[in-house]
């Protein structure tokens, strides 16, 4: 995933595969993973507990609460490719580490 305007780090490696990215956003949905970019902490909490409550008013801007029209998608995609969520965000450090070496960049 890249995030154009991060003040940082613009690319991040959001899952191994295509299944292993939807299983990632399954509590939250994909909206939110940008997020990853300005607020790592936060933003993985939120995608991969369950039980992760809003603290913020922007937590809802930003996509880590679903918007209420966007369940049905998300619940059909859980149930139709039987996603099973990340339950670990040291997943995600695991992916940066094997898969973020791999990246190229075009020079100018």
């Known amino acids: 995933m890249t995030v154009p305007d991060s003040w940082g780090t613009p690319n991040w490696i959001v899952g191994e595969d295509l299944y292993d990215f939807l299983c990632f956003g399954y509590h939250r949905g994909f909206f939110c993973m940008s997020q990853l970019a300005f607020k790592s902490d936060v933003t993985l909490q939120a995608l991969t ?50 898969y973020g070496p791999r990246l190229e960049f075009p020079s100018d």
Do not use: C, N
């Open 49 to 98: 507990d369950p039980s992760w409550e809003p603290s913020e008013g922007h937590h809802y801007s930003t996509g880590l609460v679903l918007a209420k029209d966007k369940l049905p998608i998300l619940e059909f995609l859980r149930l139709e490719m039987s996603l099973k969520p990340w339950t670990d965000s040291s997943h995600f450090a695991v992916l940066q580490e094997q």
